[in-house]
């Protein structure tokens, strides 16, 4: 599932670069002798190896111009533990081990000598430690502004528990020569007494330790661009006593000498961060023979830890320093070769379903066996010890899309979906990929809707990097609406999950300090507390449907007080669809946006109005201005999504524009398409989200031309389907008055409110049509005349030429009579007058009466 794409093989990078300085003879050599040491800040790989004369050699690989650097030859050869280069490549740490016997056994030799070597060029040697004990170095990398850097600042890290900070200054001789000012006289600081494991975080340059004089207490240094440093943070951890019975070195490169003198001490810790204001411990559980492997993860950024316990069915107990941590920033990896590959999700523990746990044949890490020696470096990276590759760890595409069409565990899809959207995209091809998924299963699964979650998670993907607390307060899975969670969404086979409070952590130093992450870090621990505090955090969408219900009798009332009282709604409208990719509308695929739909608008308006006051109360940090520019996006992005999950639909199924007509009834790809559609709706009506304006016009087209009439109409009454405005003008217009479609017609006409009814017979051109615009105009004209109490005077007309249905002639004498008193009686009816109405009601008698058809 995990892919590993490499970013330096020492064999390809390095090995064949010696190859052609050195002669055939040396060659096979300095493959042997080739190791990786250390990665700098920038990327830069520090390796040594064996000259062709016997001596050792040390250079660096720039992954960015792929070329190699010689940094210092030493004139024999020696066994390199440790080593670091100053950005500026002027100076060089190098620690050295005692690997074997000397050649007499009789002088006695120090186990480690820490040298710094000036390389610029290669001139003087100091020796900084000559010690029993293992040393390991690191030059410190601040970001700074000055371009003439005279000072460098190196770290020493002793086995025998203490870390010291060396400062360097620099002087420059003869133009070019770079040299060690007073080397007899170097300032030292001693940044901790006692620690049993430390962590190097280069790219933050902080230090994590854990200080071996008290129980478990984690704690932080931060080193600062001036390179003076100071403890920010202590974390309590409840770990074993007596954790290491030897201090323990992490992202400090490797030691090739010592490593094999390590026993496994049934224990691994890691530390990871991120610039959101995360922060994840991770450490293992001493192995027990026939008991579970567990491992704990503590969210110190949310203020509690999880606790995993894993069965491994029998299998012999594995080493813990087998057990990998990796953190992809979304997720944290925990991987066991042969047994699991757990990705846990760092942003939402909610429920364990947001997190995927892989075993079997699954359970892979790329290309590594199971007897490979890796290590976890900065930037999602990972060492292979003994072939001497770096590689940066990757969630395959193709590996998860595949996993999440067969799986049969709905955790699994649930959570292999939510890694797609979340973590992978936007990649077109996989949320492509995804909608036909959807379209080839497209009824709600068991436990979750996931066109519901197809929608959410791709929203959550756009806001989650901008704020740590969003994750508290937006909508990120649907599952989180119901009061209960399945039992198939609560549970993964085999592993059990306990949850537990963290001691509160301690922030120390001066408040000036507490900028960047750590500010980031406190701020979003305050939060979490308020969370926890206050009830219902999270936005739900559903809680709208109270307002949605109350607006939308407002607008169906005649008294229209909704205008007034919802104007602002309105204009949050108007700011959604302006943000919307509504150019070129004849270009597009679905013909969708092309028309008002009071109700959506009202509906995207309304969620804009709620969603902005939720934020603004929990989160009034971001400021007014942010949030409401955040919630128009998060809207436009909603309606985005539904045309461009509706245009892949079409394009899947071929439809073109003869799919709105209505002269032909619809085939396999249109009824595939309805199905679709109405899910759709479905989901989103349970979400109570809106949908693009001329969806439901869209979607009974496709009623009328795949559904049985009575079935139509059945869809209609029970909500399913709604009677647009557009949709019935192109149907009155499109359909002839066969007795069928005249049926349908009616059918339609009858379950129209009062005011579209009249609009709509208009288009109709049916004597029944015109009998009921006769009615109304008649009815309207008459009840004007009553309200203004004239007077009607009719003149008998004398001419004897003219035939005469009495009362028929008597009512139209008086309706242009009233016509001409009144100015612009009926405006809305196009086209209708007294002589109308007495057309239509002369054709009415002869239809009645047998003597003209319809």
């Not at 520019?629 to 524009?657: C, D, F, I, T």
């Amino acid at each position: 599932m995990l892919t590993l794409r490499t970013t330096f093989d020492l064999q390809k990078d390095v090995v064949s670069h010696i190859s052609t300085k050195d002669d055939t003879a040396r060659r096979i050599k300095a493959e042997a002798d080739a190791r990786f040491l250390n990665v700098e800040k920038d990327g830069s790989v520090l390796y040594s190896w064996k000259g062709s004369t016997g001596n050792t050699r040390i250079g660096k690989y720039d992954p960015s111009t792929k070329q190699n650097k010689l940094l210092y030859t030493f004139d024999k050869e020696v066994f390199v533990s440790s080593c670091s280069v100053n950005k500026e490549e002027t100076l060089l740490a190098v620690s050295l081990s005692r690997c074997a016997k000397t050649q007499d056994g009789l002088q006695p030799i120090s186990k480690c000598r820490t040298l710094l070597i000036e390389i610029h060029p290669q001139n003087n040697i100091k020796v900084l430690k000559a010690v029993d004990c293992r040393i390991r170095v690191q030059f410190l990398d601040p970001e700074t502004e000055k371009k003439n850097v005279r000072e460098s600042h190196l770290l020493l890290f002793a086995e025998d528990g203490y870390i010291e900070q060396f400062h360097i200054f620099l002087v420059k001789q003869e133009g070019y020569r770079v040299v060690i000012q007073n080397p007899e006289r170097l300032v030292k600081d001693r940044v901790t007494e006692e620690f049993s494991w430390v962590q190097w975080d280069v790219e933050a340059q902080r230090l994590f330790y854990l200080a071996s004089g008290e129980k478990s207490m984690l704690k932080c240094v931060q080193f600062y661009p001036d390179c003076n440093f100071e403890t920010l943070f202590e974390l309590p951890l409840e770990l074993a006593t007596s954790l290491f019975t030897s201090v323990r070195f992490t992202n400090l490169g490797y030691d090739h000498y010592n490593a094999e003198e390590l026993e496994d001490e049934g224990m691994k810790l890691m530390v990871f961060t991120s610039r959101t204001g995360s922060m994840c411990v991770c450490y293992s559980h001493p192995v027990q023979v026939n008991e579970d492997f567990a491992y704990t993860i503590a969210f110190v950024h949310r203020g509690y830890r999880k606790t995993f316990s894993v069965s491994l069915q029998g299998a012999p107990a594995p080493r813990a320093r087998d057990l990998l941590f990796l953190s992809l920033d979304y997720y944290i990896v925990v991987y066991l070769p042969g047994h699991f590959l757990h990705f846990i999700n760092s942003r939402q523990q909610d429920v364990p379903c947001h997190s995927l746990f892989l075993s079997g044949a699954d359970a892979r890490l790329g290309q590594l066996g199971p007897g490979s020696v890796v290590l976890t470096l900065p930037d999602t990276k990972l060492l292979d010890v003994r072939s001497g590759m770096v590689y940066r760890a990757e969630i395959s595409h193709t590996s998860m899309l595949d996993f999440l069409c067969r799986s049969r565990l709905d955790s699994q899809r649930l959570a292999s979906l939510h890694c797609m959207l979340v973590y992978m995209s936007p990649d077109p091809e996989v949320e492509l990929r995804i909608i036909d998924w959807i379209c080839d299963d497209v009824m709600a699964l068991e436990n979750f809707d996931q066109i519901q979650e197809f929608i959410l998670a791709s929203l959550y993907r756009m806001v989650y990097q901008q704020s740590l607390s969003l994750d508290r307060v937006l909508p990120y899975s649907s599952v989180l609406e119901r009061k209960d969670l399945p039992l198939g969404l609560k549970e993964i086979p085999g592993v059990k999950c306990t949850s537990e409070l963290l001691f509160e952590p301690v922030f120390k130093g001066k408040p000036r300090h507490f900028k960047g992450y750590w500010e980031e870090l406190q701020w979003n621990m305050e939060k979490m507390k308020y969370f926890e505090a206050v009830p219902n955090p999270r936005y739900r969408t559903s809680l709208i449907q109270a307002d949605w219900s109350r607006l939308l009798a407002e607008m169906n009332s005649e008294e229209k007080k909704h205008a007034n009282n919802f104007r602002h709604i309105e204009e949050n409208t108007k700011k959604v669809l302006s943000m919307v990719d509504t150019w070129r509308l004849d270009k597009k695929v679905v013909p969708l946006f092309q028309e008002e739909d009071q109700q959506q608008r009202a509906l995207i308006g309304l969620m804009v109005d709620k969603l902005r006051e939720h934020l603004n109360r929990h989160l009034p940090r971001l400021g007014k201005k942010k949030i409401d520019v955040l919630v128009v996006n998060y809207v436009a992005k909603l309606l985005e999504l539904l045309r461009h999950m509706l245009e892949s639909v079409w394009l899947k199924y071929q439809l073109g524009p003869h799919v709105l007509s209505f002269k032909q009834k619809g085939g396999r790809a249109e009824w595939a398409v309805f199905h679709v559609m109405s899910r759709i709706l479905e989901a989103m009506k349970g979400l109570c989200l809106p949908l693009p304006p001329g969806y439901h016009t869209l979607l009974s087209v496709l009623g009328v031309r795949c559904l049985p009439r009575h079935t139509f109409l059945q869809y209609v009454d029970h909500g399913l389907l709604q009677l647009t405005e557009p949709f019935v003008s192109r149907l009155m217009t499109d359909l002839d008055n066969s007795d069928d479609n005249e049926k349908l017609k009616f059918s339609i006409m009858k379950r129209l409110p009062e005011s579209m009814e009249q609009k709509l017979f208009q288009l109709w051109d049916h004597p029944i049509s015109s009998a009921c615009i006769s009615r109304k105009y008649v009815q309207g004209l008459l009840e004007r005349q009553a309200k203004t109490k004239g007077s009607v005077f009719v003149e008998r007309s004398t001419s004897g030429l003219q035939p005469e249905f009495l009362p028929l002639t008597y009512l139209t004498k008086i309706l242009s009579n009233i016509e001409s008193q009144v100015l612009n009686p009926f405006e809305e009816q196009e086209n209708v007058d007294a002589r109308f109405v007495e057309d239509t009601a002369l054709k009415q008698t002869l239809i009645l009466l047998g003597l003209e058809e319809k």
